[in-house]
């Protein structure tokens, strides 16, 4: 149990829990009447732990360190020797090191530095937080992946803040243990969770903007979350609160009742809100809610003021396993944290937008403004959150390519003038350095157009190719039944995919854009056309 509660100690970046925990295993070595064997046992599970620690000391943001400056005479107690070394470097006391006979006297700084680097740059930070968590006088803030979607937690700065905080992150995590096996999926890149409590309310109320992608949580101040039967009366509240998540951030298939079997067969209630109040438990051990620094006092004999200018962590490129196989087989992830949201569709807005068709236009002379390429949607309010969320992203201009806008054409033998546009995030615009092993799962829209010719299009396609770029525009159906400019959110683009159906492959970012294989337009001549790939796989797109 020590080891499993220093294990999520140091994935939740909970320090002073890791700490105690580490505390414990000294403790038991020392005083149970134990073999070598399992002696050594405990040592190696020290090690392990000062391995992952000093990977996130070596990463962790610059601002936090100041709040560690107590913590070098800690780590040094319990045997965390790596991690001191890195700390104490990332603080400014690198010189102290050999005094204190960590480094060898002919150590170079080049040494360490590169020792510091090597330990940021280990995978394991990929899954560690950036700002740890100290239990002190300071606001709440965490955040966790839960099907590959990054849930950020913000609250107060009392310790019933922070009870009130770890709990509701806690039941989030608890709930969707399961989620995998109920093949639900993700549908949004993050959602950021505010947790307050309130004087004027005697009742908890949630509520979600959809546009910010922001959930607040406002608990009444006379609720106590120390209080067993405060604890007991609010599961019900916890359970509200897990499934408005689980609708903000993910496709369920069978709806509400899906969520209802969750619920009730697999004893989701008992075990979410068990979890989500395990403070109790760790009172009745320790006398105290929650672990902080100053319960390791004893062990300080000086503080580590922290000394500028902080010297700087680079990120390497570490040399590639040359014992893994050349070829890497694919495999599902198992955890929430293999996968990762990578999007620029806010499905909830989305399907609220009402998206009827493109319409195609210029101003000015064509010879020297770019088309212009409009979405037209039903709903203004949904369609200019849409724009106005793509403009806070990426700016008015998308030099990065974030947007990918891909028009297939040849779709349907029956009728040739038929296209798809396929909006998603290009997946080429996803940094070198994400995580490669994780599995990147993006949304996209689909909307096809059935014109009796290809006039507007080619027309357009003409002017593209002229100028190399084009405006993206929202529009709106006004009450004449005329189409809306809203050009003041305009983005400049350059990059446009323009491609037969014929020409997608089952493993092809389109192929969600090719609904029936049967039916693409295949030149005379072509006898391999990589969609006849999709009607040999498993891979269904929707209908």
């Known amino acids: 149990m020590v080891s499993l509660l220093a294990k999520i100690s140091l994935e939740l970046g909970r320090l002073p829990d890791l700490l105690l925990s580490v505390l414990w295993f000294r403790s038991l070595g020392d005083s149970l009447p134990i073999t070598d064997e399992s002696k050594t046992h405990l040592d190696q599970k020290v090690t392990d732990t000062d391995g992952l620690l000093s990977c996130l000391v070596a990463g962790m943001n610059e601002d936090f360190l100041p709040l560690l400056s107590k913590l070098p005479d800690v780590l040094d107690a319990l045997g965390l020797f790596m991690s001191k070394i890195i700390l ?10 050999v005094d204190d006979g960590l480094m060898p006297a002919d150590a170079d700084n080049l040494e360490l530095e590169n020792l510091v680097n090597s330990a940021a740059s280990q995978p394991a930070n990929d899954s560690l937080p950036k700002r740890p968590r100290c239990n002190q006088k300071e606001p709440f803030a965490a955040s966790t992946r839960i099907l590959g979607v990054e849930l950020s937690f ?21 709930f969707f243990a399961t989620a995998f096996t109920n093949k639900i999926w993700p549908k949004t890149e993050k959602l950021l969770i505010k947790i307050d409590r309130k004087s004027d309310i005697d009742e908890v109320k949630i509520q979600f903007n959809e546009i910010l992608m922001e959930m607040t949580v406002a608990w009444p101040m006379t609720w106590s979350v120390s209080d067993v039967d405060v604890a007991r009366r609010s599961g019900s509240k916890i359970i509200e609160f897990c499934v408005q998540v689980l609708v903000a951030i993910a496709v369920i298939p069978g709806g509400m009742e899906t969520i209802e079997k969750m619920i009730t067969e697999e004893s989701l209630f008992d075990r ?13 051990i320790l006398g105290s809610n929650i672990v902080k620094f100053s319960d390791l006092d004893h062990l300080v004999s000086r503080e580590y003021e922290i000394k500028y200018p902080v010297p700087q962590v680079n990120v390497i ?35 609220k937008a009402g998206w009827q068709g493109l319409l195609y236009a210029h101003q000015g002379p064509l010879s020297q ?33 974030i947007i990918r806008f891909a028009l297939l054409r040849g779709i349907d033998k029956n009728n040739v003038h038929h296209y798809r546009t396929h909006i998603s995030k290009n997946h080429e615009s996803i940094p070198e350095n994400s995580n490669q092993d994780r599995m990147f799962m993006s949304m996209s829209r689909l909307h096809t157009m059935k014109p009796s010719n290809s006039t507007n299009l080619d027309g357009f396609l003409e002017l593209y190719h002229r100028i190399g770029a084009f405006y993206l525009i929202p529009a709106v159906m006004s009450s004449s039944g005329n189409p809306e400019m809203l050009t003041d959110l305009a983005i400049l683009k350059r990059g446009l995919v323009v491609r037969d159906a014929w020409q997608v492959g089952r493993h092809d970012e389109d192929v969600i854009a090719v609904k029936n294989p049967q039916e693409v337009i ?22």
Request: charged share 25%; aromatic share 8%.
């Open 154 to 174: 913000l609250g107060g700065e009392t310790e019933e803040d922070l009870l009130l905080c770890e709990a509701h992150l806690t039941a989030v995590e608890s």
């Open 317 to 351: 490129k570490l040399p590639e396993n040359t014992d893994k196989d050349d070829e890497k087989q694919f495999s599902l992830p198992k955890s929430h944290s293999d996968y990762e949201v990578s999007s620029i569709i806010n499905t909830h807005l989305w399907d």
């Open 369 to 401: 403004n770019p088309p212009i390429i409009g979405l037209i949607f039903t709903d203004r309010t949904m369609a200019e959150a849409i724009f106005r969320g793509w403009v806070d992203l990426i700016g008015s201009i998308d030099n990065d390519e």
């Open 272 to 284: 979410t809100t068990s979890f989500c109040f395990a403070h109790f438990a760790q009172n009745r």
């Open 522 to 543: 295949i030149p005379d001549g072509v006898v391999d056309a990589p969609c006849l790939e999709i009607l040999n796989s498993n891979f269904r797109t929707p209908k």
């Open 88 to 97: 104490m470097y990332r603080l400014g006391w690198a010189s102290e090191l």
